[in-house]
């Protein structure tokens, strides 16, 4: 089954501390995977994919296929990092295009 | 970023009425998707579309229909609203699957 699992619905930390969002996947494909970010009273908006290998806003996932994981991390945490985390898989569908597969998010709390 | 809008915002309807949710984009994009949200399950796929000639289900599309007018809009139906189609509606854009752009979001509540 192709599924996507963030274990945690809220994760609170102090400023400063540093951060680990977990996120592990179920496929047998290679997976193609995303961080989205929704901020309070924003919209859902990409933050990462692991392909791009990029660091955004400090944050860094490493897709690791061997415990099909996607962590993200950032060492330090800030409180404008307060947000909803989605991790999100991309897998075929219908035959002609793929398709998100979202976890369940969680809720990043960072405080002062 | 108005790049996609969606109207209404809010929406209280009562069970058993019509309820249309309407999403516009400015992108260009020609792939459109709507979302529903629902706390514990995250973002779940109603129905997608890749150009106006192009409509197809998503993973939770019963109870569901959509009319791409333009390439521009995608507009999401509730023939016959039910309380368990209270959620949060997201419409989303993109070219490609990696990066979808998404909307505000529509709060409907179903009495």
């Known amino acids: 089954a192709q599924r996507v699992t963030q274990p945690e619905k809220l994760l609170s930390v102090f400023k400063g501390a540093p951060v680990e969002l977990k996120c592990n996947y179920s496929?047998?494909?290679?997976?193609?995977l995303f961080w989205y970010v929704q901020y309070s009273r924003q919209r859902l908006q990409l933050l990462l994919r692991?392909?791009s290998r990029e660091s955004i806003k400090g944050f860094t996932a490493d897709l690791n296929k061997g415990e099909t994981s996607f962590h993200l991390k950032k060492p330090f945490a800030q409180e404008e990092d307060s947000a909803m985390y989605y991790c999100?898989?991309?897998?075929?569908?219908?035959?002609?295009?793929?398709?998100?597969?979202f976890g369940t998010g969680t809720l990043l709390a960072v405080q002062p | 970023d108005a790049d996609v809008t969606q109207t209404p915002r809010n929406r209280i309807t009562k069970t058993g009425k019509r309820i249309m949710l309407e999403c516009s984009q400015t992108?260009?994009?020609?792939?459109m998707y709507w979302y529903r949200q629902d706390p514990g399950l995250g973002l779940r796929l109603i129905y997608y579309?890749?150009?106006?000639?192009?409509?197809n289900k998503g993973e939770i599309s019963d109870g569901y229909s959509v009319s791409r007018q333009a390439q521009a809009k995608f507009s999401l139906s509730l023939e016959s609203a039910i309380p368990n189609q209270t959620a949060l509606y997201f419409c989303?854009?993109?070219?490609?699957?990696?990066?979808?752009?998404f909307g505000p979001g529509t709060r409907l509540t179903v009495l």
């Open positions: 989303a854009t993109g070219q490609n699957q990696a990066t979808q752009y």
């Open positions: 579309s890749f150009d106006v000639k192009d409509i």
């Open positions: 999100a898989l991309s897998v075929p569908y219908g035959g002609a295009t793929n398709k998100l597969i």
């Open positions: 496929y047998s494909g290679s997976p193609e």
């Open positions: 992108k260009g994009h020609d792939r």
């Open positions: 692991h392909i």
